[in-house]
């Protein structure tokens, strides 16, 4: 039962809350499912920068339900399987808003799998193994010394450390007559060096005796390089500073006596398309010229209201409308629509009644779509939004 | 359309590209352009000194940057030099390619690096295409570059199951040539038993367009050295010959959706095919050339442009798809390099076509190489409103 990467799905939604990002969940009201296949399902509720997260059988009011096998839900939350590529291939699905997946992914820090600890006695054997490597011959330039190191416990073990000429030579067993003497325990030996507990506690409490000279033992951190168990070396990089802005514009366009003409028409109710003089094609929306016969098209008619839909992008993927920012709600439907009065590519394009979607027939050659009307707002302003959408016309 | 003969014959002379990905966070935009000019000089065996001319474009607005040329210049090289900067959409690797081609034939400049780039990952795709429709209405209704409308054409035509099974084949097919591929993007191992799998499983973004048909946004740059006859002979071993191309586009073909087939419609890469194809005396380009690089959005629109290019009758472009001739190794191969469902820096995307092609033709290529000689290529261009860009290549002066 354990997973690929020796994680737990258990794990991933257990520290959950502590791996909570209040600030990135500001404003976020929703339920997020997750089936984990063969595990079972969890339900992610965020609120007012709160979360919760429980184990049900019910995913009812989530905006969106993740499914996965375990191995690529684990490999995904610890970084290990690439996201887009386990979505793409099919192997992690979402069946509601495609968008939550990136919400619910910033509103947590990345899981870190805990990492296997050492025993004291490795502890001890590699402190004492890195010792001379850890030696820094400038901070310890004119300084001739021994200092032993009595390790207590099943876990310890004796050592001396033998400074002289810039120079450090380790050798296990204690020194008869060393400069300086530490006793202590080796649980404490660990956490002392690990930075776990400081040597004013150990000795206060007496479960550390320094015998000898106490100037030396003052200088030892100097002397050797701090310890860094193994794996966890600190590399001196480079931070890559990402910088992040955001641009937001005010636009005033002239729309011009042609384009002026049928965005007044739409405040009227009334849909003008122009007539080319030369071909006799109509153009919705009008444009100033026919760019087939390069001529002035001055002539307008009206066409429409109503009309039969010629194509229909059916949309699934909820990306966001530049215009709002805001995330469309899915799924949504803009559609090709030939007016009464067009023919041939003389089409209008528009969006489509949500909860009309499912029934729209789509035309074919000479077989005609759903026949659809427009549905005008209260407000118009002379924008194409002046039309909400078209309906199926029943 | 009237076209007249190049004053002078030109020849690419050094590519290079950057290693594709989603991030390029370690770097910034100019040392991003600045590692595909390095490898375009190495690969000429040139420094910034044999260079006269600079074209450098992307996406307009893509990272929302007016001018980058200006802020790129410590990364192109072009301080000092002539420099031109061009927009046109998806198509601009491929204008890029052209104009340089015209800068060099024209006799006005004798060697000219053209510079496509695009780090998408820095801007809003969305808002960068929404910005290019007309702000008048169409930016109301516009969203972005995802359609499902050839999925339905294709499907009706041909009916779903063989139109479905053939658009995942494509797919699949261009995944194994990006696996070959070290500078691809997306490389996903797919294997062809998972073709019926994926035909249901992949996420649907709009009608029958599913993710795994749609191309990549990458981060990545591309640059290409033109140089005239007389230079290129002295200083490459290995020159390619710009022999012709040309540049189709129309804007009100997107609006033109009427589905009725009593009032066809050309659109614009029959109308480039065509146009090219007669005035350089191909017949059959099918038979003619040995690789083509195809600007394929979506394994859709690569399927269905397959009949367009190399103006098929029926389903011949189908079969070409379903008995894996378009493979490395098969009758026509397209796209070794992965095509740009697994690579799409934008602005460079439309520049790597003719570029892989180059390296195709040289044999260069490397693990994506076609093991058959490769005499001529062709390579394409697509953006915005159906533009259409398409290149022919030569291995050999005297076509």
């Not at chain 1, 480079?238 to 366009?253: A, P």
């Not at chain 2, 379903?322 to 191969?333: A, C, L, R, S, V």
Request: with cysteine.
């Amino acid at each position: 039962m354990s997973e690929k990467f020796g994680v737990k799905v258990e794990e991933i939604f257990g520290t959950m809350p502590e791996r909570f990002r209040p600030e990135a969940a500001q404003g976020v009201s929703a339920s997020y499912g997750y089936d984990i296949i063969g595990r079972g399902k969890w339900k992610l509720s965020v609120k007012d920068g709160a979360m919760k997260v429980e184990k049900t059988e019910n995913l009812s009011g989530c905006v969106a339900v993740t499914k996965a096998d375990p191995d690529t839900f684990v490999g995904v939350n610890i970084g290990k399987v690439d996201g887009t590529q386990a979505f793409t291939t099919g192997k992690l699905s979402v069946d509601g808003d495609l968008m939550a997946l990136g919400t619910t992914t910033k509103m947590f820090k990345k899981y870190v799998p805990p990492k296997k600890e050492l025993s004291t006695r490795e502890y001890v054997l590699d402190m004492f193994g890195t010792l001379e490597k850890r030696f820094q011959p400038k901070a310890a330039e004119g300084l001739r010394m021994t200092v032993a190191y009595d390790i207590g416990g099943s876990e310890g073990g004796q050592w001396t450390a033998a400074i002289q000429e810039g120079t450090c030579k380790v050798a296990e067993g204690l020194s008869s007559e060393p400069t300086l003497k530490l006793s202590l325990k080796a649980r404490d030996w660990v956490d002392l060096m690990l930075g776990r507990v400081d040597t004013m506690t150990l000795l206060s409490t007496a479960r550390a005796k320094f015998d000898g000279d106490l100037q030396v033992a003052m200088k030892l951190g100097e002397i050797f390089a701090k310890y860094t168990p193994p794996g966890e070396e600190v590399k001196e990089e480079q931070e890559l500073l990402v910088l992040k802005k955001v641009i937001s514009v005010d636009q005033r366009f002239a729309t011009g006596p042609v384009m002026g003409k049928f965005l007044k028409g739409l405040k009227e109710k009334k849909i003008l398309a122009n007539k080319c003089p030369k071909c006799k094609r109509l153009q919705l929306a009008p444009r100033e010229v026919c760019a087939e016969c390069r001529v002035r098209v001055e002539e307008f008619v009206e066409v429409g209201p109503k009309g039969n839909v010629r194509m229909l992008e059916y949309t699934y993927f909820a990306s966001p409308d530049p215009l709002t920012g805001r995330t469309r709600e899915t799924p949504y439907g803009s559609a090709y629509i030939l007016l009464d009065g067009c023919k041939g590519h003389e089409i209008f394009a528009h969006y489509i009644r949500p909860d009309h979607l499912d029934r729209i027939q789509i035309g074919w050659n000479e077989r005609k779509g759903t026949i659809v009307r427009p549905v005008w707002s209260e407000e118009r302003s002379g924008s194409l939004y002046d039309i909400k959408y078209f309906e199926i016309d029943e | 359309m009237s076209h007249k003969k190049k004053n002078r014959n030109v020849a690419v002379i050094g590519v290079g590209q950057t290693k594709h990905s989603s991030h390029r966070e370690d770097v910034n935009q100019p040392e991003m352009v600045h590692e595909a000019v390095r490898a375009a000089l190495d690969d000429a065996g040139l420094t910034m000194d044999a260079i006269d001319c600079v074209v450098h474009g992307n996406m307009e607005l893509f990272e929302m940057i007016h001018q980058p040329d200006l802020w790129h210049e410590l990364g192109t090289g072009a301080y000092g030099k002539s420099a031109f900067r061009l927009t046109t959409g998806g198509t601009t690797g491929t204008t890029l390619f052209c104009a340089a081609d015209i800068l060099v034939a024209s006799g006005m400049y004798d060697v000219v690096m053209a510079i496509g780039f695009e780090k998408l990952q820095e801007g809003n795709t969305t808002a960068g295409i929404t910005n290019m429709a007309d702000p008048l209405w169409a930016r109301n209704l516009q969203t972005g570059a995802l359609t499902g409308t050839c999925a339905y054409d294709v499907i009706q035509e041909f009916g779903e199951e063989r139109a479905k099974r053939a658009s995942m084949m494509y797919r699949v097919i261009m995944d194994k040539h990006a696996g070959l591929n070290p500078n691809a993007h997306r490389q996903f191992g797919l294997e062809f038993d998972q073709i019926e799998h994926l035909m249901e499983s992949s996420a649907k973004l709009v009608g029958e367009l599913r993710i795994i048909h749609m191309c990549s946004q990458s981060d990545g740059a591309c640059a290409v050295i033109l140089a005239s006859e007389k230079k290129a002979k002295k200083l490459s071993k290995k020159p390619v010959w710009v022999r012709d191309h040309i540049t189709v586009h129309r804007e009100e073909t997107f609006n033109h959706l009427g589905y009725d087939n009593r009032y066809p419609l050309d659109k614009t890469h029959k109308v480039a095919a065509r146009e090219l194809f007669q005035r350089n005396g191909i017949k059959k380009p099918l038979e003619y050339f040995d690789v083509f690089e195809m600007y394929d959005p979506s394994s859709w629109w690569g399927l269905d442009w397959i009949r367009d290019f190399f103006m098929l009758e029926g389903d011949e472009h189908f079969k070409l798809v379903e008995n894996k001739e378009i493979m490395i190794g098969g009758k026509m191969p397209i796209n070794p390099s992965g095509g740009v469902i697994a690579t799409n820096p934008i602005g460079a995307t439309a520049l790597i076509r003719p570029a892989e092609a180059v390296l195709q033709i040289r044999g260069d290529a490397g693990p994506h190489q076609i093991p058959t000689p490769v005499k001529h290529g062709l390579a394409s261009g697509f953006g915005g409103t159906m533009w259409t860009v398409l290149i022919m290549l030569e291995k050999e002066l005297g076509w």
